[in-house]
């Protein structure tokens, strides 16, 4: 509840500043640091049992909190804050007259995320998708006299909007077949009805599309190439990942017999086709952000085992793998932040311009492979021993056919390592080097440490994991 | 009298609806809207929910649609050549319906199968949540966490609509 509210007073106060401060004031992100700072300090308090904002009673009725939820929302706030250090000036830059109202929009974002996390409702599961897409359809839009920016944006928005609906009449269905928006196992054990069961798949379906997995994955390659750099390294990361947290948190809820014996099914389907599809198109884009949009459409293919697993270890494993997958991806959106278009050839020779930017890149490329040593590593290890201990018939099959996408995803991962190690930069070299901006000095000491927390989780994942059970 | 009435706001509504997607030109399938929304306000009326049926038809029907009607008129999309759509997707979107459309009646039909008490799907003139004082109280007692919240969406809505209108 504390980060619910702290992250909507800061996003009303932030909006305030553009009064006061001048325009691209470095001010400006020193002050949505300390906001992120209080986040964090409140949400641990909150933990520990110290609640300064309680809304008597109201409380359970709507949102749950538990060990997970605040460990969760911990994880949130580091990676919004690595994200703000790593992209502060470009969230400047984007679109100078507005940059406290795109940090306003930012953190209203999360509050939608906070909500996300810990909704017990289906009213506040809603609210929280609503509050969390609605800024987000703004800021895809954000670069105003870009074209593909004004596709991005609509295109998202028209979608979200027709997935809105679908979640919404799902809720109704719901509704209607229980008579309440509770979602404890009380009130939907008795939902074996159709009407019920038709409910859930529809809200199941709608959640899907919110984060963009196979059959409902069209939109995400044009929203993310023509979203500007800094917000698809938003929409990619945070995003992505508290929607996943919410699907979890609904199945949970449900106990999944509800949906019916079609639910595992589904999910394989899901799983299956979305593996496919993200790393056989991943294979064959021209340039980087693309490919990362198509790997982000396949690493969430893996992230929803955890969805067919369904135990302890699967959620120590989304924990995990949300963290890595985060860090990477902010990483490698922090490198492409630098270079105008990102075709493959132009990281040919990076190695030798830019090395530590080049040996950046790697780690966080090979994270998302999954090479050991890495923190990418363990979070497939987690999601594949989930899936194989969850039992069934399919339980095998599937992490076969995972660990063989897994290797498919290798082939465009390695082809950038490639070309920054064994490729000799182009003839022209001085059109490289006017291409690509080195790292800032403090961009270079945060993306180290995220270096470092990366291959740190690769070999102890347990430091993060421990914390569910304190 | 308000079985009858329920009928006939209800064929209404679906004539209206149908009429909204077929329509030729796009002011005809606004104004058709418009008369979707009265219908519905209608059914409000009958389940005894005055608040909404006035909220529905002020903000449906007198602020939306008129912001629609001015979008039409300004963009100047009156051509009924324009939208000519291809017979593929004609077929597809169609056989899509045409499946949603067979799936949600069934649901509906097993819905009145398996319960009995069908009549409180349905009800008309009875209950007294929807009247303005009943639900300020549920709104500001039970609902005042959701509510507030709400408050927090619409203004990040404002902040979007405000940044992304100004040059």
């Known amino acids: 509840m504390n980060a619910i509210i702290i992250a909507s007073l800061g996003a009303i106060i932030l909006m305030l500043t553009n009064l006061f401060f001048r325009k691209r004031s470095k001010l400006l992100s020193v002050f949505a640091l300390l906001v992120v700072i209080l986040l964090i300090v409140f949400n641990t308090l909150e933990g520990q049992g110290l609640l300064f904002f309680y809304p008597a009673s109201l409380n359970s009725a709507f949102f749950q909190f538990s060990n997970f939820t605040y460990l969760f929302n911990n994880v949130l706030i580091l990676t919004f804050l690595i994200y703000i250090l790593l992209n502060k000036n470009y969230l400047l830059l984007i679109n100078p007259d507005h940059s406290a109202d795109i940090y306003a929009l930012l953190f209203f974002v999360m509050t939608g995320c906070f909500l996300l996390t810990s909704y017990n409702n289906l009213l506040s599961l809603f609210l929280g998708i609503e509050i969390m897409t609605i800024p987000l359809y703004v800021l895809a839009g954000m670069d105003k006299k870009n074209q593909k920016s004004n596709e991005a944006s609509l295109k998202y928005f028209l979608l979200g909007a027709f997935s809105t609906c679908i979640l919404l009449m799902g809720i109704t269905l719901l509704y209607g077949a229980t008579g309440s928006f509770a979602l404890n196992p009380f009130n939907t054990l008795n939902t074996t009805k159709l009407l019920g069961q038709v409910g859930m798949l529809f809200i199941f379906f709608a959640l899907l599309f919110k984060v963009g997995v196979a059959p409902f994955h069209f939109w995400v390659p044009d929203v993310y190439d023509g979203t500007p750099n800094v917000f698809t390294a938003f929409m990619a990361t945070i995003v992505k990942v508290v ?23 589904i999910v394989l389907f899901v799983i299956i086709s979305t593996l496919a599809i993200g790393n056989f198109s991943a294979l064959s884009q021209p340039n980087v952000k693309r490919m990362m949009a198509y790997s982000s459409i396949a690493q969430a293919g893996f992230m929803l085992l955890a969805l067919y697993a369904l135990n302890d270890l699967a959620t120590q494993g989304i924990l995990i793998y949300a963290i890595v997958y985060s860090l990477s991806t902010l990483t490698i959106f922090a490198i492409l932040n630098k270079f105008s278009l990102a075709t493959f050839s132009d990281f040919n020779g990076l190695a030798k311009s830019q090395p530590l930017m080049a040996c950046f890149l790697t780690v966080a490329l090979l994270s998302l492979t999954g090479i050991p040593l890495t923190g990418g590593f363990f979070a497939k290890y987690y999601m594949l021993s989930a899936t194989f201990f969850s039992g069934g018939k399919y339980a095998l099959p599937l992490v076969i056919i995972c660990l063989i996408f897994a290797g498919i995803s290798a082939v465009y991962y390695l082809k950038v390592i490639q070309a920054m190690y064994f490729t000799t930069p182009p003839v022209t070299s001085d059109h490289a080097s006017i291409t690509i901006q080195p790292l800032a000095t403090l961009e270079k000491s945060i993306l180290l440490l995220v270096v470092i927390a990366i291959l740190f989780l ?12 304190f | 009298m308000a079985t009858s009435l329920f009928w006939l706001f209800s064929a209404l509504a679906i004539f209206a609806a149908v009429m909204v997607v077929t329509s030729r030109l796009a002011i005809y399938s606004i104004l058709w809207l418009v008369v979707l929304f009265f ?10 929910a005055q608040f909404l049926a006035i909220v529905n038809i002020i903000v449906y029907a007198g602020a939306i649609m008129v912001l629609f009607l001015f979008v039409v008129m300004l963009m100047n999309v009156n051509d009924p050549n324009d939208n000519k759509k291809s017979i593929g997707l004609a077929i597809f979107g169609g056989l899509a319906t045409i499946l949603f459309l067979l ?4 649901i509906v039909f097993n819905a009145q199968h398996t319960t009995k008490e069908i009549n409180d799907l349905a009800t008309t003139s009875t209950g007294d949540i929807g009247l303005v004082q009943n639900l300020g109280m549920e709104l500001f007692k039970n609902y005042v966490l959701p509510f507030e919240i709400c408050g927090v969406l619409f203004l990040s809505a404002i902040i979007g609509a405000v940044t992304l209108g100004k040059r």
């Open chain 1, 243 to 265: 929607v996943i947290i919410a699907l979890l948190n609904f199945i949970n809820a449900l106990t999944p017999n509800c949906i019916g014996k079609s639910y595992k099914t």
């Open chain 1, 458 to 469: 690769g070999i102890f994942p347990s430091i993060v994991t421990q914390w569910l059970y």
């Open chain 2, 39 to 48: 219908t519905i306000s209608g059914h409000y009326i009958l389940m005894n």
């Open chain 2, 103 to 106: 799936s949600i009646l069934n």
